[in-house]
């Protein structure tokens, strides 16, 4: 069991904006802005597309957006395309013994 | 552009120590702006941090893993390593190493996203 909760899935059809969610508790999420989201193709390495809840490394599409409200982070994926099809995993800093969680993962389909 | 290679045995006995080694190569592993990662994926599932170390040396792990892990750093050769023991079939995984900024310079920092990554290597336990 992953230490923090994402929906198994979520679709949505080309030109749609899709949101998922990430779950934690006060001793991650809620306590730390140091949330990060990746992006994995079946059979590749995972791909950082957000970072510090909302900032987006070079060369990521601004079509991809964070946020956090409590301990509850979010990703929100606008424009979608198919090669968003993928699966997304959300990550967060918790604190100095368990440093850091990722949730279980989040699979993506484009209609 | 920095680059991330693992190497290792793609098979381990079951109670027997599985041992990675992580090449770099475009960086210094010598930086204090960053920690060398340890995180795997089980088939078909999830990611499991296991570990990071920063280049004084100091490395810190998921408590999960109950000890089992020891990750090291080889700065001369621009690699790092994770030894995990006492494996059993659970431990069958792709093992990925990754560089992670940290938060602000010094160990003990909170790391602040795993980028880049290597490519992954599978390794499975079996006898």
């Known amino acids: 069991q992953s230490a923090l909760t994402q929906p198994a899935s979520v679709s949505g059809s080309p030109g749609q904006s899709i949101t998922i969610s990430c779950t934690g508790t006060?001793?991650?999420?809620?306590?730390?802005?140091?949330v990060s989201w990746y992006q994995q193709h079946p059979g590749k390495p995972p791909k950082l597309i957000i970072y510090?809840?909302?900032k987006r490394p070079s060369g990521v599409s601004n079509r991809f957006s964070g946020s956090k409200s409590g301990n509850t982070a979010s990703l929100t994926i606008s424009g979608l395309q198919a090669e968003d099809e993928a699966d997304y995993y959300c990550c967060s800093y918790a604190g100095i013994t368990t440093f850091e969680v990722f949730g279980g993962g989040t699979k993506l389909t484009v209609l | 552009q920095v680059q991330l290679q693992e190497s290792g045995p793609g098979l381990v006995k079951p109670s027997q120590t599985l041992s990675l080694t992580c090449t770099v190569s475009g960086a210094s592993i010598s930086s204090g702006d960053y920690y060398w990662s340890w995180i795997r994926q089980p088939p078909g599932r999830g990611l499991e941090f296991i570990g990071y170390i920063y280049y004084m040396g100091r490395a810190y792990y998921n408590p999960s893993l109950k000890s089992r892990a020891t990750i090291s750093l080889d700065p001369s050769k621009i690699q790092f390593s994770l030894d995990l023991n006492s494996v059993t079939a659970a431990d069958t995984a792709v093992y990925y190493c990754?560089?992670?900024?940290?938060?602000?310079?010094?160990?003990?920092?909170?790391?602040?996203?795993?980028?880049?990554w290597g490519q992954g290597i599978l390794v499975t336990v079996s006898s």
């Open positions: 006060s001793d991650d999420i809620g306590s730390y802005h140091l």
């Open positions: 510090e809840v909302y």
């Open positions: 990754a560089r992670a900024k940290t938060y602000y310079y010094g160990s003990g920092s909170p790391g602040n996203g795993f980028d880049p």
